[in-house]
């Protein structure tokens, strides 16, 4: 690597600068005991004495640090060459970093701390389980779930919140749905509303158009789902479980949160058995609502908003 040299180099004036301290240790003790007991042999004795023990002990201590080095290098080392993508990115990340340190320009050294250490703590959340994924990004990240999924899928909308599904992103997700369906892959989704006029006719074209596509169409109203149950979530194959982060009172969102982590995923799968059991099949209460609420009085009603969901 570029900076074996200059680092064995610091190294070897540091074990100079420790050897030393350790004679003069040594020899401020000999003088002591030779003060204090007159005996030159032996205040001389034990002097090197203890200036051998201490070089010892420091021999020690640096063979157990290299040992852990040489532990962790080698570890590296084996990781990296049975990874094509890590043998190429880790010597560059090494080499730019030591290259940006060693120019001693402090901005640009701190800007890239900051980056390998954002680098390193976003690794750790993808070894525990989850990606935290921006607002911008989390359409692709959901479409790119369902495109892969092969058995079931699961999720939630909640009506008032967004125009999603009647934009040019909502209705290609919604392609993507029929698309599954067709490999047959079973999709249940949950309209979650406060109140049937919150089914406007826009939405319940929505409903309907997904409930004949195949889709397993619920409807659950709030006042029956505990706070614990009101997320805009999906679940994907039982495998992956998504929370997008919903801004209150807005029609936007923070960003989501994917998890593989199986404590995670189980716990979503019991938010999910929770919520259908409060909801009803979409259809009646589609049904319903038309036997209470004449057409044309729905026309005047239906200003409500649209839905949003995974």
């Given at each position: 690597m570029k900076d074996a040299g200059p680092r064995r180099a610091a190294g070897n004036i540091e074990f100079l600068k420790f050897v030393l301290v350790d004679a003069v240790g040594a020899a401020v003790i000999g003088v002591v005991s030779w003060v204090v007991t007159g005996d030159h042999v032996s205040s001389f004795l034990l002097s090197m004495v203890t200036g051998i023990l201490i070089l010892l002990v420091e021999l020690r201590y640096q063979l157990t640090v290299t040992r852990e080095e040489l532990s962790v290098a080698s570890g590296l080392q084996r990781d990296s060459l049975a990874d094509p993508f890590l043998l190429q990115q880790?010597?560059?990340?090494?080499?730019?970093?030591?290259?940006?340190?060693?120019?001693?320009?402090?901005f640009f050294t701190d800007r890239a701390r900051e980056v390998v250490s954002h680098c390193a703590a976003e690794v750790v959340?993808?070894?525990?389980?989850?990606?935290?994924?921006?607002?911008?990004?989390?359409?692709?990240?959901v479409k790119r779930n369902f495109h892969d999924t092969r058995h079931s899928v699961f999720g939630t909308v909640f009506v008032q919140i967004s125009d999603f599904w009647f934009s040019g992103g909502g209705r290609e997700y919604l392609q993507e749905n029929f698309e599954a369906i067709r490999r047959g892959v079973k999709v249940q989704r949950v309209f979650i509303i406060d109140d049937l006029t919150d089914l406007t006719l826009d939405v319940q074209d929505l409903i309907r158009r997904q409930a004949e596509g195949g889709i397993d169409v619920r409807v659950a109203f709030t006042d029956r789902l505990t706070p614990d149950l009101l997320h805009d979530m999906g679940i994907y194959d039982d495998k992956y479980a998504v929370y997008v982060d919903l801004i209150p009172g807005s029609r936007k969102t923070r960003g989501a949160r994917f998890y593989r982590d199986e404590a995670e995923v189980r716990k979503a799968k019991q938010i999910r058995d929770r919520i259908v059991r409060e909801s009803e099949p979409a259809l009646e209460v589609l049904d319903r609502l038309v036997q209470v609420t004449p057409r044309s009085e729905a026309v005047r009603e239906g200003v409500g908003g649209r839905a949003r969901g995974t």
């Open positions: 880790v010597p560059r990340i090494v080499h730019g970093y030591t290259d940006v340190a060693r120019t001693g320009d402090a959340r993808l070894q525990e389980g989850y990606i935290e994924v921006p607002a911008k990004e989390v359409f692709s990240y």
